[in-house]
């Protein structure tokens, strides 16, 4: 059995993505109390894939992962997936908004509701836990007074916590994208599909990020997204992390990917796989129609090919 480790305890939005997923509804859940500890586990063989959460629309990279998976280990993205937030505000039965002078959650999550915060409770302290799970069981097991939790109402239905405030979150548009690792393999191309990379520099000369860059317009490829991380080598010493539309298989970007390597210091290959958005599998429908009307264009005109 399929065995994949997340951030856990049991309630964490990383779960309720992760649920989402069809194909893995039979495998061996695994929570554990941190990211690092979920990449960890893929890297030593104790799971087969991680599910760890990469990016949210409002506090931008989760960092702790993002380096992890530059600096600390060689895994590679199987898929994405893309969740909506919706934070609640939980406690003991009978607590009030009035009643709350102190929040424990995971500081991305608390970061996301600080709008709220100000306007419903301001002065009230916050308290950081490993997850948003952990911190709903540790308040329905603690019961500490005054005290309540953020996080998902799935939490607080397993823990015995009851909504204080439902949808407290600063933007209705507030997402957290998802990315499930593996130690190895390459998902086949779909024909909807994003590449990660990480490009390191020689040095930090005039124009570099701007060579790099040369390459993917050059070729038309489209980029999702371009962060910058210290390599920790030395102050003002930045690597590129870049998401880029297509797949490695893809000859384009296969070609792109080719003349980085050769120019660049280094390039860290992070995956190629199904891009996530709910006009994914029709997108992926047309590409496959396309490819096989093209294909059999193309056999048609081989097949006039005198001897």
Same mark, same amino acid.
């Given at each position: 059995?399929?065995?994949?480790?997340?951030?856990? !305890?049991?309630?964490?939005?990383?779960?309720?993505?992760?649920?989402?997923? =069809?194909?893995?509804?039979d495998a061996e859940l695994m929570p554990l109390?941190?990211?690092?500890?979920?990449? =960890?586990?893929?890297d030593d063989g104790t799971a087969d894939l991680?599910?760890?959460?990469?990016?949210?629309? /409002?506090?931008?990279? &989760?960092?702790?992962?993002?380096? =992890?998976?530059?600096?600390?280990?060689?895994?590679?993205?199987?898929?994405?997936?893309?969740? @909506? /937030?919706?934070?609640?505000?939980?406690? +003991?039965?009978?607590?009030?908004?009035?009643?709350?002078?102190?929040?424990?959650?995971?500081?991305?999550?608390?970061?996301?509701?600080?709008?709220?915060?100000?306007?419903?409770? +301001? $002065?009230?302290?916050?308290?950081? @836990?490993?997850?948003? =799970?952990?911190?709903?069981?540790?308040?329905?097991?603690?019961?500490? !007074?005054?005290?309540?939790?953020?996080?998902?109402?799935?939490?607080?239905?397993?823990?015995?916590?009851? &909504?204080?405030?439902?949808? /407290?979150?600063?933007? *209705?548009?507030?997402?957290?994208?998802?990315?499930?690792?593996?130690?190895?393999?390459?998902?086949?191309?779909?024909?909807? *599909?994003?590449?990660? /990379?990480?490009?390191?520099?020689?040095?930090?000369? !005039? $124009?570099?990020?701007?060579?790099?860059?040369?390459?993917?317009?050059?070729?038309?490829?489209?980029?999702?997204? %371009?962060?910058?991380?210290?390599?920790?080598?030395? %102050?003002?010493?930045?690597?590129?992390? #870049?998401?880029?539309?297509?797949?490695? *298989?893809?000859? &384009?970007?296969?070609?792109?990917?080719? *003349?980085?390597?050769?120019?660049?210091?280094?390039?860290?290959?992070? $995956?190629?796989? !199904?891009?996530? $958005?709910?006009?994914?599998?029709? #997108?992926?429908?047309?590409?496959?129609?396309?490819?096989?009307?093209?294909?059999?264009?193309?056999?048609?005109?081989?097949?006039?090919?005198?001897?």
């Amino acid at each position: 059995m399929t065995t994949v480790a997340f951030l856990g !305890p049991l309630g964490t939005f990383t779960e309720e993505a992760l649920l989402t997923q =069809a194909d893995l509804a039979d495998a061996e859940l695994m929570p554990l109390r941190s990211f690092p500890e979920v990449l =960890a586990a893929v890297d030593d063989g104790t799971a087969d894939l991680g599910f760890v959460g990469l990016e949210n629309s /409002i506090e931008g990279t &989760v960092r702790l992962v993002m380096d =992890a998976l530059v600096f600390g280990h060689d895994l590679l993205i199987q898929r994405e997936v893309v969740l @909506a /937030i919706r934070q609640n505000l939980l406690g +003991p039965p009978g607590m009030t908004l009035g009643d709350v002078q102190r929040i424990v959650s995971f500081p991305d999550a608390l970061g996301q509701c600080q709008e709220f915060f100000q306007e419903h409770l +301001p $002065g009230v302290e916050f308290v950081a @836990a490993n997850s948003t =799970a952990e911190a709903v069981r540790e308040v329905a097991e603690t019961r500490p !007074p005054g005290t309540a939790a953020l996080g998902t109402a799935l939490a607080g239905t397993l823990y015995g916590l009851e &909504v204080v405030a439902a949808d /407290i979150e600063d933007n *209705d548009a507030n997402t957290t994208r998802f990315v499930l690792v593996a130690k190895d393999g390459i998902p086949k191309p779909t024909g909807h *599909d994003k590449t990660s /990379i990480v490009c390191f520099q020689h040095a930090d000369r !005039p $124009g570099s990020l701007h060579a790099i860059l040369g390459q993917f317009s050059a070729r038309n490829i489209n980029l999702t997204r %371009l962060t910058s991380r210290p390599t920790k080598r030395g %102050l003002g010493d930045y690597c590129f992390i #870049i998401d880029l539309e297509g797949h490695v *298989d893809d000859e &384009v970007v296969a070609d792109c990917l080719r *003349d980085l390597h050769a120019q660049l210091a280094g390039v860290k290959f992070l $995956g190629s796989y !199904p891009a996530a $958005g709910e006009e994914g599998p029709e #997108i992926r429908r047309d590409a496959e129609a396309s490819w096989k009307a093209a294909d059999a264009w193309i056999a048609s005109l081989r097949s006039k090919v005198q001897p």
